[in-house]
């Protein structure tokens, strides 16, 4: 017994390197060899949600897509513009990227550049970026009165008026739904109270894991439809997407969230396990403090 | 005072009242105002806010770095940086490219495997449908960042066609064009070091919950057992986790939360692995290793704890945030609070 206790305590007390070393490890393994991790992934009902409001849009419908993330959340967001690009292209609707943060203009440049020749898309008539505007909650207060106004010109300097997807595009209306690739401020939440909501356009959303807990009020109201929450979220909209492409008979490569899973899964355990271990080695050490 | 008080002041106010009531107005000069011109107004103020917080930054850094103040040699990688991305920003474009027209007769064929060559392409057939398929001329799909690297390639073409131009993206499209020095910056640069900087996170967020995370007080043993159902729930893991499991989690959840309130060790301990044995021996009987509860599915509950506490506490925080804005809004609006001028 008081072996297994020496143990415990020893455990609890690990220096933070070797903490560092076994965290380090839990990820990269999975990340090297993910093959010897095969989990499966469940959809949960809000990624299932916002599948289908984006499954149900129409052939030749205009999707506004928001770019609202920068390199640091990269990791946990892009993985969900590819999955969306796909699914978009896949059934012909034209996309108009937009970014509230300047490293969003980067993100929707790569994004695009990704995905469009895979699909055999058309700069100009299936897709068009737009760019990065300062003024946060004024650009999507512009955006929903007149595109114009803030955007005379596209990302690359030529002007809307020559671009044949704008002709009829002037405002948020015009648009069929919206999708905000969100990692803060500002984000999903001023989409909603700035354009969204107040024109009726539908909405959803695709945000890191801690920004779940403030998005999801808006979810559960429905004035955004569902929501990709962080890196499983965008694993579960690929594995979605991947059975619908099939059902297309699309191929294309698999995307890169779900291989991420395995290594994300191990390291939660790991943490976990580090957090039992402490609590144990803490009981242990405060019983042996008050007999001492 | 007049300039730095009185006129500002009456600028807030008049803006603030005519923003708010312009949603409750209907006339089209209040409503294109509120709509249009105020916004166009904050997104010329934003693009100088920009500009004001870049200069602001290089002051306070070179501010350190003459002052030589603690950690000063940081602040050398940050001026460089700065400068590095203002070079590659107004200074060196790169984003070079090739254009061609009047490939000479029968030359076709030896340009596209030249051209296919370079791009890295196996069939140059493709190439020779692009070039024979363009109307005036031929852009070939490949970025240089430096003249010279497009002037070497340019060589190998100049033999077999007409007409070659060397060119580059138009200045303000260049940052975001593959090729560029800028994009290279922060593609190579950037996004590493950002994507480095998040990545850090996990090394803390697990150091410092193994440290402080304990079961000290009922308040702090709610937060340890949601904060791992919520970090199993959430990934793919979560739904491998047997029901034996997760009742075992339970009983030590429950027998945690009891604690403060039952001195006798023994009697605690009684309870907790009793309790562990007849959920067991109750679960296999009822065939829950076939069919298991939802109760004891680590995902479902986390989705309990995200539908209802979580929920709960978040809209009340969001309640709370939005009457302090309405407030505070209040409060600017009819000049009681003046911190906005600054001083």
Request: proline share 5%.
């Given at each position: 017994?008081?072996?297994?206790?020496?143990?415990?305590?020893?455990?609890?007390?690990?220096?933070?390197?070797?903490?560092?070393?076994?965290?380090?490890?839990s990820?990269?393994?999975?990340?090297?060899?993910?093959?010897?991790?095969?989990?499966?992934?469940?959809?949960?009902?809000?990624?299932?949600?916002?599948?289908?409001?984006?499954?149900?849009?129409?052939e030749?419908?205009?999707?506004?897509?928001?770019?609202?993330?920068?390199?640091?959340?990269?990791?946990?967001?892009?993985?969900?513009?590819?999955?969306?690009?796909?699914?978009?292209?896949?059934?012909?609707?034209?996309v108009?990227?937009?970014a509230?943060?300047?490293?969003?203009?980067?993100m929707?440049?790569?994004?695009?550049?990704?995905v469009?020749?895979?699909?055999?898309k058309?700069?100009?008539?299936?897709?068009?970026?737009l760019?990065?505007?300062?003024?946060?909650?004024?650009?999507?207060?512009?955006?929903?009165?007149?595109?114009?106004t803030l955007?005379?010109?596209?990302?690359?300097?030529?002007?809307?008026?020559?671009?044949?997807?704008?002709?009829?595009?002037?405002?948020?209306?015009?648009?069929?739904?919206?999708?905000?690739?969100?990692?803060?401020y500002?984000g999903?939440?001023?989409?909603?109270?700035?354009?969204?909501?107040?024109?009726?356009?539908?909405?959803?959303?695709?945000?890191?894991?801690?920004?779940?807990?403030?998005?999801?009020?808006?979810?559960?109201?429905?004035?955004?439809?569902?929501?990709?929450?962080?890196?499983?979220?965008a694993?579960?909209?690929?594995?979605?997407?991947?059975?619908?492409?099939?059902?297309?008979?699309?191929?294309?490569?698999?995307?890169?969230?779900?291989?991420?899973?395995?290594?994300?899964?191990?390291?939660?355990?790991?943490?976990?396990?580090?957090?039992?271990?402490g609590?144990?080695?803490?009981?242990i050490?405060?019983?042996?403090?008050?007999?001492? | 005072?007049?300039?730095?008080?009185?006129?500002?002041?009456?600028?807030?106010?008049?803006?603030?009242?005519?923003?708010?009531?312009?949603?409750?107005?209907?006339?089209?000069?209040?409503?294109?105002?509120?709509?249009?011109?105020?916004?166009?107004?904050?997104?010329?103020i934003?693009?100088?806010?920009?500009?004001?917080g870049?200069?602001?930054m290089?002051?306070?850094?070179?501010?350190k770095?003459?002052?030589?103040?603690?950690?000063?040699?940081?602040?050398?990688?940050?001026?460089?940086?700065?400068?590095?991305?203002?070079?590659?920003?107004?200074?060196?474009?790169?984003?070079?490219?090739?254009?061609?027209?009047?490939?000479q007769?029968?030359?076709?064929?030896?340009?596209?495997?030249?051209?296919?060559?370079?791009?890295?392409?196996?069939?140059?057939?493709?190439?020779?449908?692009?070039i024979?398929?363009?109307?005036?001329?031929?852009?070939?799909?490949?970025?240089?960042?430096?003249?010279?690297?497009?002037?070497l390639?340019?060589?190998?073409?100049?033999?077999?066609?007409?007409?070659?131009?060397?060119?580059?993206?138009?200045?303000?499209?260049?940052?975001q064009?593959?090729?560029?020095?800028?994009?290279?910056?922060?593609?190579?640069?950037?996004?590493?070091?950002?994507?480095?900087?998040?990545?850090?996170?996990?090394?803390?967020?697990?150091?410092?919950?193994?440290?402080?995370?304990?079961?000290?007080?009922?308040?702090?043993t709610?937060?340890?057992?949601?904060?791992?159902?919520?970090?199993?729930g959430?990934?793919p893991?979560?739904?491998l986790?047997?029901?034996?499991?997760v009742?075992?989690?339970?009983?030590?959840g429950?027998?945690?939360?009891?604690?403060?309130?039952?001195?006798?060790?023994?009697?605690?301990?009684?309870?907790?692995?009793?309790?562990?044995?007849?959920?067991?021996?109750?679960?296999?009987?009822?065939?829950?290793?076939?069919?298991?509860?939802?109760?004891?599915?680590?995902?479902?509950?986390?989705?309990?704890?995200?539908?209802?506490?979580?929920?709960?506490?978040?809209?009340?925080?969001?309640?709370?945030?939005?009457?302090?804005?309405?407030?505070?809004?209040?409060?600017?609006?009819?000049?009681?609070?003046?911190?906005?001028?600054?001083g």
């Open positions: 017994m008081e072996t297994i206790k020496k143990i415990f305590i020893v455990l609890g007390s690990l220096d933070r390197r070797i903490i560092f070393i076994i965290v380090g490890l990820v990269l393994i999975p990340l090297l060899k993910p093959e010897w991790v095969d989990l499966p992934i469940r959809p949960t009902p809000e990624s299932q949600i916002v599948f289908d409001e984006i499954n149900k849009l129409n030749g419908d205009k999707v506004l897509l928001s770019f609202e993330y920068g390199p640091s959340t990269k990791p946990e967001i892009h993985p969900m513009a590819i999955a969306i690009l796909k699914h978009l292209y896949a059934k012909n609707i034209q108009y990227g937009f509230l943060w300047p490293d969003g203009n980067f929707s440049t790569e994004a695009f550049s990704e469009s020749d895979d699909y055999d058309k700069y100009g008539v299936d897709y068009v970026n760019g990065y505007k300062p003024g946060g909650e004024a650009v999507i207060k512009g955006i929903a009165s007149d595109i114009r955007y005379p010109a596209d990302l690359q300097g030529t002007s809307l008026n020559d671009i044949p997807m704008m002709k009829d595009v002037i405002n948020i209306e015009d648009f069929d739904f919206v999708f905000s690739l969100s990692a803060g500002p999903s939440k001023e989409w909603v109270q700035y354009a969204c909501d107040p024109k009726n356009i539908p909405l959803s959303t695709g945000c890191t894991s801690i920004q779940v807990t403030d998005i999801m009020p808006y979810v559960e109201n429905d004035q955004i439809r569902g929501i990709l929450a962080g890196m499983p979220g694993a579960e909209y690929e594995s979605l997407v991947e059975a619908e492409l099939q059902k297309m008979e699309i191929s294309g490569k698999p995307g890169e969230a779900s291989g991420m899973m395995a290594a994300q899964s191990i390291a939660h355990v790991v943490i976990v396990l580090f957090i039992i271990f609590n144990i080695s803490y009981f050490t405060r019983k042996k403090n008050r007999k001492g | 005072m007049l300039l730095k008080r009185q006129i500002p002041l009456m600028i807030v106010i008049g803006v603030g009242l005519l923003t708010l009531f312009g949603n409750f107005i209907n006339n089209e000069a209040v409503r294109g105002f509120v709509d249009n011109d105020a916004t166009q107004w904050f997104d010329i934003a693009s100088f806010a920009i500009f004001l870049a200069l602001n290089l002051k306070l850094q070179l501010i770095i003459i002052k030589k103040q603690k950690n000063w040699q940081y602040s050398i990688l940050a001026v460089a940086g700065f400068a590095f991305a203002i070079f590659a920003g107004f200074f060196y474009r790169g984003a070079n490219f090739i254009t061609i027209a009047d490939i007769d029968g030359q076709l064929a030896i340009v596209s495997g030249i051209i296919a060559e370079e791009l890295n392409e196996t069939n140059p057939y493709d190439i020779k449908t692009k024979m398929g363009s109307q005036d001329e031929y852009e070939i799909d490949k970025l240089f960042m430096t003249e010279g690297n497009a002037k390639f340019m060589e190998k073409l100049t033999p077999f066609v007409g007409v070659i131009n060397l060119k580059s993206k138009p200045w303000g499209a260049h940052v064009t593959k090729g560029s020095l800028f994009y290279w910056m922060f593609i190579n640069m950037i996004t590493p070091l950002g994507a480095t900087m998040f990545a850090l996170l996990a090394f803390f967020v697990a150091s410092a919950s193994y440290r402080a995370f304990r079961i000290r007080n009922f308040e702090a709610l937060l340890l057992v949601a904060g791992i159902i919520l970090m199993l959430r990934v893991i979560g739904n986790i047997p029901w034996w499991v009742s075992i989690m339970l009983m030590f429950i027998g945690a939360i009891a604690a403060p309130f039952i001195k006798e060790r023994k009697i605690l301990l009684g309870i907790v692995s009793g309790g562990i044995i007849i959920f067991i021996i109750f679960g296999t009987l009822m065939g829950w290793n076939q069919t298991p509860p939802a109760l004891l599915s680590i995902p479902i509950i986390q989705d309990w704890i995200f539908a209802f506490p979580a929920m709960a506490g978040s809209r009340a925080l969001m309640i709370g945030i939005a009457l302090g804005i309405v407030a505070t809004s209040f409060r600017i609006i009819i000049g009681l609070d003046k911190s906005v001028l600054g």
